[in-house]
Every structure is written in structure tokens, then in C-alpha cells.
């Protein structure tokens, strides 16, 4: 979070991988999803008052289907670019899967109960979705397309679509075609509109490390189309402002927010201020250069940011983590025993082939990693009594680092610290692992501003361990912050859980400052 009420905020309002942000207004309340690709739940939702200050609420996809298929991380699949609207007073999100088509669900409530996924357009390559309801009853959605499906990219299609959502009623057209525009590439991530009595289409091209934000105009939904570029890095350090959403506040305002690619850090949201210029094209922000501050859209709202921090209550996690594939049922056990009722997350210390690498691990439970500096922290014991056990903190990307607990041949347990680079298939150590007396540790991470991290433990005692491990993006996702237990191939856990506590790790007091 990057404002207070009253005062200016600074860019990004969303210092994390929010990617591929839709944002709408309901009255005086502002609501935003973001891809979530192959991460489980999937479609995250935020609140805001201000456009500011934002909280996450809940999530729209508890599973991944074909389930089978996301039962391992596929963070190149999934959930891509969703669009939220408000119609007929239910909540609506449309997004492409690239490999199976066009789905939507909705609900009555931002908070659900959601329907079941829709396949509305079946098809490969078929991506960022948004629909639009008209004055006049009728109902329309216009897509992309992903290259690496379906051979096809820099255009835009549009359709007919029936008024509860449920079919396309025409075989669709291409109504921008980008190749026919000089100069234009990678034409993407449209969002539609009606102002003024134009169609309009909000769209960025040209990729997202160094392209623009593109805006489209026509009297007739199916063209032709006028196009402009209102949105470009210029002489900021805001490179390829990209994809986004325009809203409007109660009181006439207009914002737009949009993503920046920001290294490990993923795709992080921006705000800038908006309005419609005397020739009836949108102007955002500063005469179409991205705003480094400005004043708080609505003052006067609630200071909120999305959470990071957990005590685990109860043995539950809150709504920021995520696994990184479908989950499979008793990845978690509830308190128990002694510790009926406490605080702490026990992870169950689950077999598997791919113990050595963490980028193959369904079982990761990871939330974004903030922009730095910050500094993470978990506190964590190790009860799994089969050798070779272990459980950590990792930062997990195309690379990953961990640091955290190891159950050793003879029994004892080792404070290991490991690491893969992006082309090695198996983790090695990234310092000389020790002994552990009590099982337990306090595990950290300093993340710098240029996200290199710093581990270290301390168990009793601080220190440092291993190099500074350079945090890399995982595919479309940005680096993510990670809790994790496992343990060699073999059948069943390592250790029946609930007898006393054999098979598990539990974590306690989760903190970014």
C-alpha cells in the first residue's frame, strides 16, 4: 500500500504481481481480479474505496480443471486475463484458458457463492475475454489470441453474445486487425466499452517489456476502428504500461489502472489519472506519460493493503497463499494433541519423486513476493522422523533458493540452505548444512529492492547462510514467497500424522516488514 487518505499516492498502488489487473466500480465500492495461471484457488478478488488502498477478499475458482491436468504446477496455463463486470446485479469474470477456451462464472455477491466454470467459446489460443452489455439490449465479447496455441496473434475478435452470457450467437469476426496497422504488434488484452456513443476498446500492444497502451474507437461494435496510443513510457521508468482497466468514480472522476513488468517482482499495478480530452479520446496521465504520484482518487477510505502476514488460526491460512497446482487432499492437519486449538500450520510431509526441486512440487502453498526491501520471517519445527524429511521457506521462481529443516540419517536435524539455478533439474547446497538441537527455527529472507535475498536462520543463534540468491520470475508469474513440507519417494507421508506429530513441520508467525 503506497497512500494514505487525504495525501498523494506513489506508484505502484500494487507493489506484487497483480498481472493483467480488470477493475470495476458497484456504488462506492471498487473490485479487481488478476490472473492467477495455474495457482490454486485461482481468481483472486480485491476491495477497494479509493482505488488505493486495497484488500484481497476472496477468490472466484476454488479448483483447476481438467483437474487431473493441474494436479502438477502449470504456470504457463490456466486463468489468463480475466475481465470483471457488473450486470443485472451479479458479479461476472470471463477469462481464456489457452489451451481449452473462453469460461466465465458469476455470482450474486463479490464474496459468492460463484457458479461453476462456463466453456463459452471452446478453442486453443483463445485469450483475454471481455464483454459488454449495451444500452439496447443486446450483448457482445471480443477476445485475443495466444500465438503459442494457435498461430495467431496481433488481432482482435468480436461476437455476438446472448444476454445471460451463456453462447456466442455468430462465429465471430476480426474487427481490429493489428498487422494492418503500421507500427503495431502484439496487439492484446482488450477491454470494451460504451462512452459517448462509441464503441471503445481498451488494448495494449507491442509486449510488455516496452510496449504502450492503445485505445480503439467505432460507432458500430463490429467496426470500422479509429486507434490511438494514450498511454507510453516516454522519459519515466515506467516501461510498457500495459493492460489494464478504466473506472470512473461517483463524483466524475476517471482512472485507469494498468500492470508494469518489474522483473522477479512480476507485473505490478499502476494508477493514473484519466479524462476525456476536448476530441473525445481518453488522456491518462500526465498527457499520456505514466504519473510517478498523484492525489487519492477518493478521500477519506480505510487504509488496507493486501495481506502478507499470518498467524495460521485454528491451523487455516488466509486468503493471500496459494498452492501452486490443485491440491490433493491432507496436504494440512489440524491442531492437535497438546496443541488443540493453537495457532500454526502443520504441513504434512508428503512423498515424492520430485523432492530436489521445488518447481515441481504441487504441494508449495506461496503468495507473491512484494516488491523490496522487505524482510520475511516464519518460525518453523520439524516433527517428520523419516530421514530425509524436510521443510522450509523458499523464494520459487524459474530459480529457487530455501532455507529451513532437514531430518538427518541418525535421527538429528540439519538447518539446510539450497538452491537450484534456472537450468539445473535438482537443488544443491548453498552452504554447509548443521546441526539443529530442538528441531526448530527462525527462518528469513531480506529481499532487496533489486530482488537479490539474503537467508538466514536462527536456531538458537542468527546467522547468515549461503550467498545472496538472485530472485527470478517463475514463467508468467512473478517470483513467489513459499512454505512448503516434503519428503523422499516412498509410499504414504513420512511418519503417520497424528502420532505424536511424526510426518509433520509446522509453521508459526509468518511476517513481511
Not at 6 to 25: C, K, Q
Not at 89 to 105: E, T, Y
Request: overall charge negative; proline content about 9%; aromatic content about 10%.
Amino acid at each position: 500500500m503506497t497512500a494514505w487518505p487525504g495525501e498523494h499516492y506513489t506508484n505502484p498502488v500494487l507493489a506484487a504481481d497483480w498481472s493483467d489487473p480488470d477493475a470495476i466500480r458497484v456504488g462506492d465500492d471498487f473490485y479487481l481480479t488478476a490472473s492467477s495461471f495455474g495457482r490454486v484457488p485461482g481468481l483472486p478478488l480485491l476491495h477497494s474505496r479509493d482505488l488505493v488502498n486495497w484488500r484481497i477478499v476472496g477468490h472466484a475458482l476454488d479448483r483447476l480443471d481438467p483437474v487431473g491436468e493441474f494436479a502438477v504446477p502449470r504456470h504457463d496455463s490456466g486463468v489468463w486475463a480475466p475481465s470483471l463486470r457488473h450486470h443485472a446485479g451479479r458479479f461476472w469474470i470471463f477469462w481464456g484458458d489457452p489451451d481449452r477456451g473462453i469460461f466465465r462464472v458469476e455470482a450474486p455477491a463479490v464474496t459468492g457463492p460463484w457458479s461453476p466454470p462456463l466453456l463459452l467459446k471452446e478453442g486453443k489460443g483463445l485469450i483475454d475475454p471481455c464483454p459488454l452489455w449495451d444500452e439496447d439490449g443486446r450483448a457482445y465479447l471480443v477476445h485475443g489470441w495466444a500465438k503459442s496455441r494457435s498461430g495467431v496473434k496481433n488481432r482482435l475478435t468480436g461476437h455476438r453474445m446472448s444476454e445471460d452470457a451463456t453462447a456466442l450467437l455468430d462465429e465471430g469476426r476480426v474487427i481490429v486487425d493489428g498487422d494492418a496497422l503500421p507500427g503495431w504488434f502484439t496487439l492484446e488484452g482488450p477491454k470494451l466499452y460504451r462512452h459517448g456513443g462509441w464503441y471503445w476498446i481498451f488494448a495494449p500492444a507491442g509486449s510488455v517489456e516496452t510496449g504502450w497502451q492503445g485505445a480503439f474507437r467505432s460507432r458500430d461494435f463490429f467496426g470500422p476502428y479509429e486507434e490511438r496510443v494514450v498511454l507510453a513510457q516516454g522519459d519515466t521508468d515506467v516501461n510498457g504500461p500495459h493492460q489494464g482497466a478504466w473506472v470512473d468514480t461517483r463524483d466524475g472522476g476517471h482512472w485507469f489502472l494498468h500492470f508494469q513488468r518489474r522483473g522477479a517482482f512480476g507485473r505490478v499495478v499502476h494508477l493514473q489519472p484519466m479524462e476525456w480530452g476536448p476530441d473525445g479520446w481518453p488522456v491518462l496521465g500526465d498527457n499520456g506519460r505514466p504519473v510517478a504520484s498523484h492525489p487519492v482518487p477518493v478521500p477519506g477510505g480505510p487504509r488496507e493493503a493486501p495481506a502478507t502476514d499470518d498467524d495460521f488460526p485454528g491451523g487455516r491460512f488466509g486468503p493471500q497463499w496459494t498452492w501452486t497446482a490443485n491440491p490433493a487432499p491432507g496436504l494440512t492437519a489440524p491442531p492437535g494433541g497438546a496443541e488443540a486449538g493453537a495457532d500454526g500450520l502443520r504441513l504434512v510431509c508428503r512423498r515424492t519423486p520430485h523432492v530436489h526441486d521445488l518447481r515441481r512440487l504441487p504441494s508449495v502453498l506461496t503468495q507473491r513476493l512484494p516488491v523490496g526491501p522487505v524482510t520475511v520471517s516464519v518460525d518453523l519445527s520439524l516433527d517428520a522422523e523419516e530421514p530425509g524429511a524436510r521443510a522450509g521457506l523458499t523464494v520459487l521462481g524459474d530459480a529457487f533458493s530455501w532455507i529451513g529443516l532437514e531430518r538427518a540419517a541418525d535421527g538429528g536435524v540439519l538447518l539446510v540452505h539450497r538452491f537450484a539455478e534456472q537450468v539445473a533439474e535438482r537443488e544443491r547446497d548453498a552452504a554447509v548444512p548443521y546441526r539443529v538441537e530442538d528441531g526448530r527455527a527462525r527462518l528469513t529472507v531480506q529481499v532487496t529492492a533489486d530482488g537479490r535475498c539474503g537467508f538466514s536462520a536462527a536456531a538458537p543463534h542468527a546467522r547468515a547462510s549461503g550467498p545472496e540468491f538472485a530472485a527470478v520470475p517463475w514463467r508468467w508469474v512473478g517470483a513467489q514467497l513459499g512454505l512448503f513440507a516434503a519428503a523422499p519417494a516412498g509410499e504414504g507421508t513420512a511418519g503417520p500424522p497424528g502420532e505424536d506429530r511424526a510426518g509433520l513441520a509446522t509453521f508459526r508467525r509468518f511476517r513481511v516488514t
